[in-house]
């Protein structure tokens, strides 16, 4: 049995509106699909610092949303490491897209920089009135930041800034369609679900 049918037998409720949603987690959810199929208002981009598009999720948010998208980022003058910055969606589903650089892996701050891009896309988020943002796994790929390592630095990232930001509702959804990388995140999130009811 696959692991995300394991947890729905084991009663983790999914929305009506969208079955491969898992949670909540302390308000935060796991998504087993392509994360440009996000139903969330905002999806986010792990960029590279040119926002000029690249491979993987980045390219395929860039492919997904259309020129539009590149014709936005170019005006934008590029990204640091660990900030962030906000374009339209465009053509995918998501209203927004918040563009974030993550580290490469290993450099100086890594772990700092790597927490610093939620933290930055979820303040952008408030800011805009954002009530629902999906995250893909930053740095994971060619960055190569270890799978482990940067799961736990995402749960934690923000299951910190909801705590700190409990007056603001937002959905947080964490998207793979990676089995080992979802796996990591439900081990993650099951975590810090644990803590909050016996800390």
């Known amino acids: 049995m696959a692991l995300r049918d394991e947890l729905r037998r084991d009663g983790i409720p999914a929305p009506p509106v969208c079955h491969s949603l898992t949670g909540p987690f302390e308000g935060m959810w796991l998504d087993d699909r392509d ?9 986010v981009n792990p960029a590279n610092g040119t926002l000029h598009g690249d491979g993987g999720v980045d390219g395929a948010i860039y492919r997904a949303a259309g020129q539009g998208l590149r014709t936005e980022c170019a005006a934008l003058g590029g990204c640091r490491v660990g900030e962030a910055k906000i374009t339209g969606g465009y053509r995918l589903k998501a209203k927004h897209v918040i563009h974030t650089v993550g580290p490469r892996y290993p450099s100086a701050h890594c772990r700092e920089d790597l927490a610093k891009c939620y ?81």
């Open 35 to 43: 994360i440009t199929l996000s139903e969330c208002e905002c999806i």
């Open 119 to 199: 933290t930055a896309s979820l303040d952008l988020a408030r800011e805009h009135g954002i009530h629902s943002i999906a995250f893909p796994s930053i740095s994971t790929g060619k960055s190569s930041y270890p799978q482990k390592e940067a799961c736990e630095i995402a749960v934690r990232a923000v299951y910190a800034w909801l705590a700190e930001n409990s007056a603001y509702q937002l959905k947080v959804v964490f998207s793979s369609v990676d089995p080992k990388i979802y796996d990591l995140l439900y081990q993650d999130l099951r975590r810090v679900q644990k803590e909050a009811v016996c800390p």
